[in-house]
Nanobody, 118 residues
Framework: QVQLVESGGGLVQAGGSLRLSCAASGIIFGWYAMGWYRQAPGKQRDLVASISGVERVNYGDSVKGRFTISRDFAKNTVYLQMNSLKSEDTAVYYC????????????WGQGTQVTVSS
């Protein structure tokens, strides 16, 4: 059974920092690209950052220079360090895992709320 369990969300003031964690189980971790996505009320779910099995990273334009994604293969965990948070970063953050070969199966976590007060 595949599980992606996010943690680390919460309420923070603008300019502050949070670190999100996503612990994966039930998958061969190195075979999956991992990503963080976010969805604000009334908006679509957008990519925040992704990291491949060889640790190639990609960031959404709005978070470049402020957020850092990383993964720990020993712990089957992916992290998102969020600095210089802004009110527009407020959203539910989801962890996603996508198999890096056919059939590119994708799994989602349950989401964690991040609220940035201005």
């Amino acid at each position: 059974q595949v599980q992606l369990v996010e943690s680390g969300g919460g309420l923070v003031q603008a300019g502050g920092s949070l670190r999100l964690s996503c612990a994966a189980s039930g998958i061969i971790f190195g075979w999956y690209a991992m990503g963080w996505y976010r969805q604000a009320p009334g908006k679509q779910r957008d990519l925040v950052a992704s990291i491949s099995g060889v640790e190639r990273v990609n960031y959404g334009d709005s978070v470049k220079g402020r957020f850092t994604i990383s993964r720990d293969f020993a712990k089957n965990t992916v992290y998102l360090q969020m600095n210089s948070l802004k009110s527009e970063d407020t959203a539910v953050y989801y962890c996603g895992a996508e198999l890096n070969r056919y059939p590119h199966t994708k799994y989602w976590g349950q989401g964690t709320q991040v609220t940035v007060s201005s």
